[in-house]
């Protein structure tokens, strides 16, 4: 498993904020995963995160910063307020020690940001930054979005935990929003525990019934199937055997596992190609708002293709994508009644070399499209790179999803330390 990055940070002598600082300074002019640090943070307010060092991802306001949404046409935008999830980290005692990279608009195709585990390869993205000050030990805890894989891919590709939740229990007020049926703030963070204490500050409450344990059935225990998702026919074979002797780990003592069930087995077969719908939802959606930035001058390409890919859809297309959503999340609802967490890969891969692109966005974009909890957790090693394993939960259950998280951790924790 990767070392927690909170771990990394929490060394040494003096406040958390002062060693982020610190470390941030020392790191980052190669890395490149900020874009604005706060060189003298306020004193923390107490509260349950108080001294917690925190970054935010640039499209997401900070009063006082500047928050540009990684493009040149918002250059001199300095944000007047807090986001919503901004306010209530601070509230808690949190301390934002600066701003982290994303492509253009959280959609865009690249960023400066170099891997912290592998230099020249992709941190993934949109939330470079994010997941990079956090895989490098530089944060914590950094504030991401997602709207196809923006939160999970990087995690993954950066050693770190990921987390997206079901669709608005994290509040989205104060963001660069794109497409209203997939934007989510995500989290990318270096252990589970903090990870676990900044959702129970920002979940919203009581938008679906959610039960607080994480042993599934009475007198059944935790129940796990295992999934490939779309696309997890890409893997290469060293991945799915990380993968295979991890998941033979987990079973016994309250854990079950099952795979190639028909309930499972039909599921696969329902959302491969699924991808795409998710990627014409995104699209359509964000059209009228991404059409307004090119028309501006943004220059990324991948604005454009946006536009240009919805403008051939067109309504019908949308709608039909849309559609598709509905079946596939009655079809994931159904896996409940036989499962409390599903298990695959974050990505299809370790990070890939270069920085053309930020990855395949495939496998972790069937959480957005289902509106479902996801979580990425820095288990594996695959040629010497990190590699995630991805969690998904059922909608409005997030605290069920880390729990279930905590259980599995716990028993991966005990093997390793059986066979050391």
Request: aromatic letters at 4%; glycine letters at 10%.
């Given at each position: 498993m990767t070392t927690p990055a909170a771990t990394r940070v929490a060394a040494g002598t003096g406040s958390a904020v002062a060693r982020s600082l610190a470390a941030i300074a020392e790191r980052d002019p190669e890395l490149q995963a900020f874009v604005h640090v706060v060189a003298d943070p306020e004193p923390p307010a107490a509260g349950p995160l108080s001294g917690l060092p925190i970054a935010v991802k640039e499209i997401i306001d900070v009063a006082g910063l500047p928050v540009t949404y990684g493009s040149s046409l918002f250059a001199d935008r300095v944000a007047s307020r807090d986001a919503e999830a901004v306010a209530r980290l601070r509230a808690a005692g949190a301390v934002v020690v600066g701003t982290t990279t994303t492509t253009p608009f959280a959609c865009g195709t690249t960023t400066v940001t170099d891997n912290p585990h592998a230099p020249g390869h992709t941190p993934g993205g949109s939330s470079a930054g994010s997941a990079a000050a956090v895989g490098a030990g530089l944060v914590p805890v950094a504030l991401a979005s997602q709207s196809q894989a923006s939160t999970i891919r990087p995690a993954s590709y950066c050693g770190a935990w990921g987390f997206k939740p079901s669709h608005l229990r994290l509040p989205r007020d104060g963001m660069h929003l794109l497409a209203d049926t997939l934007d989510d703030l995500g989290l990318i963070a270096g252990s589970l525990e903090d990870l676990t204490r900044v959702v129970e500050v920002l979940a919203e409450p009581g938008l679906a019934a959610r039960r607080t344990g994480a042993r599934g059935a009475p007198g059944v225990g935790l129940r796990v199937g295992?999934?490939?998702?779309?696309?997890?026919?890409?893997?290469?074979?060293?991945?799915?055997?990380?993968?295979?002797?991890?998941?033979?780990?987990?079973?016994?003592?309250?854990?079950?596992?099952?795979?190639?069930?028909?309930?499972?087995?039909?599921?696969?077969?329902?959302?491969?190609?699924?991808?795409?719908?998710?990627?014409?939802?995104?699209?359509?959606?964000?059209?009228?708002?991404?059409?307004?930035?090119?028309?501006?001058?943004?220059?990324?390409?991948?604005?454009?293709?946006?536009?240009?890919?919805?403008?051939?859809?067109?309504?019908?297309?949308?709608?039909?994508?849309?559609?598709?959503?509905?079946?596939?999340?009655?079809?994931?609802?159904?896996?409940?009644?036989?499962?409390?967490?599903?298990?695959?890969?974050?990505?299809?891969?370790?990070?890939?070399?270069?920085?053309?692109?930020?990855?395949?966005?495939?496998?972790?974009?069937?959480?957005?499209?289902?509106?479902?909890?996801?979580?990425?957790?820095?288990?594996?090693?695959?040629?010497?790179?990190?590699?995630?394993?991805?969690?998904?939960?059922?909608?409005?259950?997030?605290?069920?999803?880390?729990?279930?998280?905590?259980?599995?951790?716990?028993?991966?924790?005990?093997?390793?330390?059986?066979?050391?």
């Open positions: 295992l999934l490939r998702l779309d696309d997890g026919g890409l893997p290469r074979a060293e991945t799915l055997g990380a993968l295979a002797d991890l998941v033979d780990a987990l079973p016994g003592d309250g854990i079950t596992v099952a795979s190639g069930t028909p309930a499972l087995a039909a599921f696969d077969a329902a959302v491969a190609g699924s991808g795409r719908a998710c990627f014409d939802i995104f699209a359509g959606e964000s059209a009228p708002v991404l059409a307004a930035h090119v028309a501006a001058g943004e220059p990324d390409p991948r604005l454009r293709e946006m536009v240009d890919h919805a403008a051939a859809l067109g309504g019908a297309g949308l709608a039909a994508a849309l559609a598709r959503r509905e079946e596939l999340r009655a079809a994931w609802a159904a896996l409940a009644e036989e499962h409390d967490v599903l298990l695959t890969l974050s990505t299809t891969n370790p990070a890939p070399p270069g920085h053309a692109s930020t990855g395949c966005r495939r496998m972790p974009a069937t959480a957005s499209l289902l509106g479902v909890p996801a979580l990425s957790a820095p288990w594996l090693t695959v040629g010497g790179l990190p590699q995630g394993v991805q969690l998904l939960g059922f909608e409005g259950r997030d605290e069920e999803l880390l729990a279930a998280a905590r259980v599995l951790a716990d028993r991966l924790a005990d093997r390793t330390e059986e066979t050391a």
